[in-house]
């Protein structure tokens, strides 16, 4: 037989009070790439105005928070990761009065925003690089980035052998004004990206008036943009390994996650909770293990970090199994929220990763996926189009491409556009009602039928599971912050407990059958697709199934 949906949820009156002490421990929080969100003036470039139109569909959606990107003054060698003026917005983007009136209008709809801070580097256009380049060697301006003479007799090596996450040299030489061969500079990401000297008192300074900054403009938090990456190892020290981008997170690197960030960080704890309504740091921070990662968000530090474990965890049980075990017990050491996340603006869509190539596969595990995220303990975040399903775009012509690591070719895989292609929102033909002109990189045919216009009111559209989800998951008490309890299940297949709620994974090829936990009331298939018989039910294959107990 079969049982249809038949939901039986409990008041939300104890679900409210839990979240009401810290939001950010239960938050959902939606990223969105500025430059592909939504398109207000039609030149086919995402902007502030886009965004603040469009924010009653992320109320509806459900989610707590917004995070921007970054939209500041900028080249954009680096979609804007790559800052020319910290207190400016990018004419691409609007003007500041577009940011003001952006999140006041969040407000109003119940909803907090988080705008990204990029302290590791600046752009090359920044002022203070500027000055730098035009001090001499040794100069005080220089001082606030990392100048160095290079090796060699005519020093024209680079000073150490530290690579640019993009591939390549971390370092660029300078010229001096009579084209002679100067100093060399640090850049960890792209040469248009200076790294900054956070021993400088000079650059905490103006970080803290930065922050300050946008805070006294209304935004209720920063995520914090190589939040390990400030500080480096003194002497700037040689690795003796190459291909360096593939050890960031398995290892200490003398320019990551070194120690000294922590003093950094608790400076801008203090600073966050010296403003009223709880404002909170995200930090995007790689780290070799779970421990060390739990190290940035201690009583004293920031309120969240990326758990990139979980998002570069494989689909198989036992393996997700141990990150969630291993990321709980980190941060339950030091009384911090853990955080979920499968997909963002750096690495391909998880729809496209769980698939190896099957689309169909591919979308019902990320369905799936999402189940289970949005279950666990903590917080989650969910990257703009993965509630429509939206796939890797994985056939971009080379012309169109804009990551800098695509140029660069021996670092990152180059392919980060794939994920930022802009969202459809309605219509039959591009741009999908992304905004009245084109798109800056082109959006596949099948998209129509992904739409936010297609999938709503469907019952079994992705973008209906997601609606649903995250309505029951602030409905049903026992979701959000608080504790788990695994439950036994056959190899291959996950279930646990919280209060009144049970959650049932299966990772497998085929069904399994399993003793009925209670009453089905979400499914990544429909809910009257399971078969019961008896006291068992049958899960489908690559299936998550939510039960009130």
Known sequence: MTQDLAPSVRPAAD????????????????QVYVRSFADSDGDGIGDLRGIRERLPYLADLGVDAVWLTPFYASPQADGGYDVADYRAVDPLFGQLSDADDLVREAHRLGLRVIVDIVPNHTSEQHAWFKAALADRSGGTARERYHFRPGKGEQGELPPNDWESIFGGPAWTRTTGPDGTPGEWYLHLFAPE???????NPE?????????????????????????HGMVKAAGLPDIGLSEQAKLIGAQVLPFFDQDGVHEIHRSWRRLLDSYEGQRIGVAEAWAPTSERLALYVRPDELHQAFNFQFLTCDWEAAAMREVIDGSLAATLSVGAPTTWVLSNHDVV????????????????????????????PGSAYVYQGEELGLPE??????????????FRGDGQDGTRDGCRVPLPWSGE??????????SWLPQPEAWRELSVEAQSGDPR?????????????????????GEMTWLDAPAGVLAFSRPGFVCTLNTLGDEVALPVPGRPVLGSVGVADLEFSGGTVRI???TCVWWAV
Do not use: C, K
Request: aromatic content about 10%; overall charge negative; glycine content about 12%.
């Open 193 to 199: 990206q200076p790294d900054l000297n956070w021993d």
């Open 15 to 30: 679900a409210s009070a839990a979240r009401a002490d810290g939001w950010w421990r239960s938050a959902v929080i939606y």
């Open 461 to 481: 559209s992705t973008l209906e599971l997601y609606r649903s989800a995250l309505a029951l998951r602030e409905e049903l008490p026992g979701l959000g912050d």
């Open 393 to 406: 775009v994985v056939d971009l012509p080379d012309e169109v491409r804009q990551d800098p690591a695509f």
């Open 429 to 438: 033909t591009a741009p999908y009602g992304f905004g009245p002109g084109g």
């Open 540 to 542: 489908p294959s690559d």
């Open 349 to 376: 869509r998880h729809t496209t990763r769980y698939g190896g190539g099957d689309s169909g596969l591919g979308l019902r595990r990320a369905r799936a996926a999402a189940l289970l995220m949005l279950a666990l």
């Open 203 to 227: 650059v905490r300074a103006e970080f803290d008036s930065v922050l300050r900054f946008w805070l006294d403009l209304g935004v209720d938090g920063f995520r914090i943009d190589v939040a």
